[in-house]
């Protein structure tokens, strides 16, 4: 049975969707209430309670002008700058909290074995989530629609690993990140199967602030390989651990919110939500 929190945001996802389509129309609050089928009243406000902002405002930070203005005017003092300007530790979460390490040569090779995951599914704002790890750390986390598919794309990065289905610690801290604050927070591992290649754009990734958005290029240009924007796109798309790896921050340059592993609009999603709970 679906939780609340899995039905308000697949309510919220397919206004997003309809926005992505009808953007230029500007579509109004009864439009969009009319659609998931709630009174504008009780739309506006299960909305504010899920965004912590309105529509109306969510749909101006989600906007290719927004977007656009972002990385023209804010990219310098957020990202740029590595944080000498003495940003907030809430802006900075996965930069602080977050350290990624790279499985052994023997991990990485031999799929998994000698590897005990404790995996488990859980509720996140933006839907289902399944979060596993290994006794160094969290080493796969995805949003999902269906538990078996995504238990079978789990066992496939892994398919010599032994699996238990168990709640950790670990994930539980993993969740707390969706609070986006820093006292309640612990240090987390990200154990992971990647190439040094892989490793140097995710850790790059951690750098992007809460709120912030980049660019492929900036990207390529921070790890000092200033063309490898392709290959950078390769390996952001390949990031295993939705959100804790902040690839959703990643856009196109035209502003375009762009692809993503776990579908466009829960991208779009995240943008406007972690815009809509950061103080400028």
């Known amino acids: 049975m679906n939780t609340q929190k899995e039905l308000d945001y697949n309510r919220i996802a397919q206004v997003i969707h309809y926005v992505n ?18 009174s504008p009243f009780h ?20 906007s290719l002008n927004h977007a656009k203005s972002m990385l ?6 957020l990202f740029d700058t590595s944080f000498d300007l003495g940003l907030s530790g809430t802006a900075r979460l996965h930069d602080l909290f977050v350290n990624i390490q790279g499985m052994t040569p023997g991990e990485f090779k031999n799929g998994g074995d000698k590897l005990h995951i404790s995996y488990y599914f859980y509720q996140s704002p933006f839907g289902g989530l399944l979060v596993a ?9 995805a949003f999902y629609e269906d538990q078996t598919k995504a238990l079978v794309a789990l066992k496939a990065e892994f398919p010599n690993a ?22 309640s927070l612990e240090k987390i591992s990200l154990h992971l199967r990647a190439t040094d290649f892989q490793l140097k754009v995710w850790e790059a990734l951690l750098k992007i602030p809460f709120g912030g958005l980049s660019t492929y290029g900036k990207i390529a240009n921070q790890i ?37 592993k776990w579908e466009p609009p829960r991208k779009t999603a995240i943008i406007g939500w972690e815009q809509a709970n950061v103080a400028w």
């Open 21 to 38: 389509a009808n953007f230029q129309k500007q579509p109004s609050l009864e439009e969009l209430a009319a659609l998931v089928h709630l």
């Open 43 to 62: 739309f506006q406000r299960l909305f504010k309670q899920w965004a912590g902002t309105t529509p109306k405002k969510f749909l101006q930070y989600i």
């Open 72 to 77: 023209r005017d804010r990219q310098a003092t």
């Open 133 to 141: 790890s290994t006794s160094k750390g969290i080493c796969h986390m």
């Open 162 to 183: 032994t699996y238990g289905l168990k709640s950790v610690s670990l994930h539980q801290n993993a969740l707390e990140f969706f609070n986006h604050k820093s006292d």
């Open 224 to 260: 000092k390989n200033p063309k490898a924007a392709r290959a950078v796109g390769t390996a952001i798309g390949s990031n295993p651990v939705a959100f804790l790896i902040p690839c959703h921050r990643v856009i196109q340059s035209t502003g375009a919110i762009g692809g993503y």
